[in-house]
């Protein structure tokens, strides 16, 4: 750092500024001339507060380095005296990194520029004793946390099924989050955790002092605390930072707010960055209120917009500004570019999810091609944004059968999922008893008080009678080798796996409903339905979308071996991709062509969040959408779908309130007509939602009787015919060489050898594969099929 001593950089910053320092002001400073008008005088505004309001694309990194650097060019501060703030340690890395550049290719010895937690790592280090600790404390992750939580769940007699310590964590994380100690939390919330939440915080609290260990929710906590307590030592912190700088504000918490406000109450010298329109986070704690209150908690704030747009077309940032305008808890601005018009936003209806992803998966291609206005384009460079990740499956599924390389952004991909993964081998183990991996993972998945010891047992039997574990199962329960609780729930995997085998080998079996009974007298899904953590409803809803898939398969086996083909692909697959993520995961990131596909009332916005939060959970849900149109640069499409399967069923749906208020002039529509009876399509204005609703004939569409057909439930008794799931090379195929098929995962392709009923098929899109004659149909048939 260029000699800069840590130790002493406290001592050096109440010392006066020499008359070196302050010459270095008539320095030049070329990175002030690269900015507009209002970057610039943001970057100048040194002393005071002030609020830079910097919608989507209007370079507000560039503005906050410049900012920094002139505060070091000037000699207004040295580096110790800056407290720089930035939410990810990647951020404080490139603004480092920038930073260094601006002043001329050198370590600018920010020695206190980091992520919150961070931060009061190093404050809290030199205060320990003060908040109870040692200085050598450690950090609890995540694991650790849960680990000490179950301990005293245990201690206390609860029941950990019915009140799981992620319940409890996930309440204790946000209480600390709005800076409550346990002798501060509220009455109101009293009833927390069956009315012990308050209690066992308190047992928590004191026996992480007596590991000398803290969470990172502490790590804010305490130093609030600190400050708070000790106001000799906060007034040293006040005087050694003298400037302080705040990036992405609108996504702090009330632990945050409280932490910055105590830091700059003092000399006020603060510079808050950040977007009221872009804070989408309400779900993790962040408080968009803390933004917009900005100018009361300091009076006389000096608020800079930057509303220069670098990133996206007129269209589109009209089309961002119209949606964002609905919304009454802002401050306002108007982004605005010099770019040229570019192609508008275009709007277009779907019969079902599944067409909206053919849709897309084409449109990608044509744009992969040039054939779309835009020229040529890369797969990196366009991107599907959804709103919930169990959306992500009909794409994955489509991209696979096109031969699209994709990547999930974010996230493990749809089927590589916990819950995926789980159900999956509930389906391998009711088709293949000997799947002894797949018996591992699900033995004791949700808990049969099966512990180490049992599942040893079970393993230990299996080996000395050359059997599979299953089987090792059911010989260790007729021994009388597990006792107690473990050995009723095991008999009752056990027996279950044997039902559930026994069905898969009639011929005519209903295998969606199969995969439902699975999950459902397996215990899997009620598993998750008592779990109160945030990620259950998601994980709830991806179960869901994985019995929908089954649909299109004749068998369970047909549908592994289409997952295996799935996650063998994806290993295969190198270079250019197109992005898949959610909104949320969108954030801070830009593409050339952006996809938002599912804009339905209900799914976005989310029913759940207008449920929780009513017209607070609405304005954020929009937020979201304007998130989602502000990372398009070229193209921007937004797409939903009439009919979707909603809890198994096939519903009508809605369109999207927001899309009412995309802007008419800035939008062209696509949807062929008479995707709603009101003539919702190209040729035709869009009515409003009542109207079309009102006009609403998708049960009497073509689109719709399709649906129905292809998702019809048929009983056992109804005779169906089954495709061939067993490779026999002494079977003859009725296919000969070079003749053109159609596969239902990979598309078209040409017959280029052909073994018994095994064939060796070039694909267009998906390369060569092996595949059993039964999986195709010849070219010129694939119309009439059902997908």
Not at 288 to 295: M, P, S
Not at 462 to 483: K, V
Not at 613 to 623: C, I, P
């Amino acid at each position: 750092m260029n000699g800069y001593d840590e130790n002493d950089a406290f001592e050096a910053a109440a010392a006066p500024i020499p008359l070196s320092q302050r010459a270095m002001a008539a320095r030049p400073t070329p990175y002030l001339d690269d900015l507009n008008p209002a970057q610039r005088a943001a970057v100048e505004a040194l002393d005071g507060p002030v609020l830079m309001l910097a919608g989507a694309g209007t370079g507000k990194t560039k503005a906050l380095t410049a900012r920094i650097a002139h505060l070091l060019n000037t000699g207004r501060a040295r580096p110790n005296e800056i407290l720089a703030v930035t939410f990810t340690n990647k951020a404080a890395r490139e603004m480092k990194d920038r930073v260094g550049r601006l002043m001329g290719g050198s370590d600018a010895g920010l020695a206190w520029m980091g992520t919150f937690h961070s931060i009061s790592v190093k404050i809290l280090r030199r205060h320990a004793e003060l908040v109870g600790l040692k200085s050598n404390f450690t950090i609890l992750d995540t694991d650790d946390q849960l680990r000490l939580l179950k301990q005293l769940i245990t201690a206390n007699s609860i029941d950990e099924k019915r009140w799981p310590a992620r319940m409890l964590a996930g309440l204790i994380d946000a209480w600390k989050n709005r800076a409550w100690t346990p002798e501060k939390v509220p009455s109101s919330e009293a009833s927390a955790y069956n009315n012990r939440g308050t209690e066992l915080y308190q047992q928590y609290q004191d026996r992480l002092k007596s590991l000398n260990a803290t969470d990172f929710g502490d790590l804010l906590l305490h130093t609030v605390t600190l400050f708070q307590a000790h106001p000799d030592i906060l007034a040293q912190y006040q005087r050694w930072f003298r400037y302080i700088l705040v990036d992405e504000y609108q996504d702090t918490n009330v632990a945050q707010y409280l932490w910055l406000r105590l830091l700059a109450q003092s000399h006020k010298n603060i510079c808050c960055v950040g977007d009221d329109d872009q804070s989408i986070y309400g779900w993790r704690g962040a408080e968009v209120g803390n933004i917009l209150r900005f100018e009361k908690d300091f009076p006389g704030a000096h608020v800079v917009r930057l509303e220069q747009n670098y990133r996206s077309t007129p269209h589109i940032l009209a089309a961002a500004s119209a949606v964002i305008e609905a919304n009454t808890g802002r401050l306002g601005k108007t982004l605005w570019t010099e770019a040229t018009e570019g192609e508008k936003v275009r709007l277009i209806g779907h019969w079902d999810g599944e067409e909206e992803a053919r849709w897309i998966g084409d449109e990608l291609e044509a744009l992969q091609r040039g054939t779309r206005q835009m020229g040529p384009r890369s797969l990196d460079d366009m991107a599907i944004f959804v709103r919930a990740s169990h959306q992500m499956r009909a794409f994955e599924d489509r991209f696979l059968t096109i031969g699209l390389p994709y990547r999930v952004i974010g996230g493990p991909r749809f089927y590589e999922r916990l819950e995926i993964r789980d159900a999956m081998a509930y389906f391998r183990l009711a088709v293949s008893p000997d799947d002894d991996l797949a018996f591992e993972r699900v033995v004791n998945t949700p808990k049969r008080g099966l512990g180490d010891k049992a599942q040893q047992n079970i393993q230990r039997v299996a080996r000395a009678g050359g059997m599979s574990l299953l089987d090792g199962a059911r010989a260790l329960l007729a021994e009388g080798g597990i006792g107690g609780k473990g050995a009723g729930q095991l008999r009752g995997f056990v027996d279950g796996m044997a039902r559930w085998h026994e069905a898969t080998l009639a011929p005519n079996y209903n295998h969606i409903e199969l995969a439902e009974v699975i999950l459902e007298e397996s215990g899997y899904t009620e598993m998750w339905q008592n779990d109160k953590t945030p990620e259950a409803p998601g994980r709830l809803e991806n179960l869901k979308e994985l019995v929908k898939a089954l649909e299109q398969f004749e068998n369970l086996q047909g549908f592994l071996e289409h997952v295996s083909l799935i996650m063998e692909n994806e290993t295969e697959e190198q270079g250019a991709k197109v992005s898949i993520m959610t909104l949320h995961a969108a954030k801070g990131l830009e593409f050339p062509a952006v996809f938002l596909p599912g804009w339905e009332d209900g799914l976005f916005p989310s029913q759940r969040s207008m449920d929780d939060s009513g017209k607070k959970g609405l304005e954020e849900e929009r937020r979201l959408a304007y998130v989602g149109i502000t990372r398009a640069e070229e193209l921007c499409t937004i797409s939903f779908a009439a009919n979707r399967r909603v809890y198994g069923q096939w519903q009508s749906q809605l369109p999207s309130r927001f899309i009412d208020e995309l802007p008419a002039n800035h939008v062209d529509i696509l949807t062929p007509p008479g995707l709603y009876g009101g003539g919702y399509g190209a040729a035709a204005p869009a009515p409003r939602i009542e109207e079309r609703a009102a006009n609403a004939d998708v049960y009497n569409s073509p689109g719709w009787r399709r649906m129905q057909e292809r998702s019809a439930t048929r009983p056992i008794s109804q005779p169906r015919e089954a495709k061939n799931s067993v490779i026999d090379l002494k079977a003859v195929s009725s296919f000969t060489l070079r003749d053109r098929v159609f596969h239902q995962k990979f598309g078209y392709g040409t017959i280029e050898a052909i073994e018994g009923d095994k064939l060796d098929v070039s694909f267009d899109k998906a390369g060569s594969k092996k595949v059993v004659a039964g999986f195709v149909v010849a070219a010129d048939e694939a119309h009439d099929l059902p997908f």
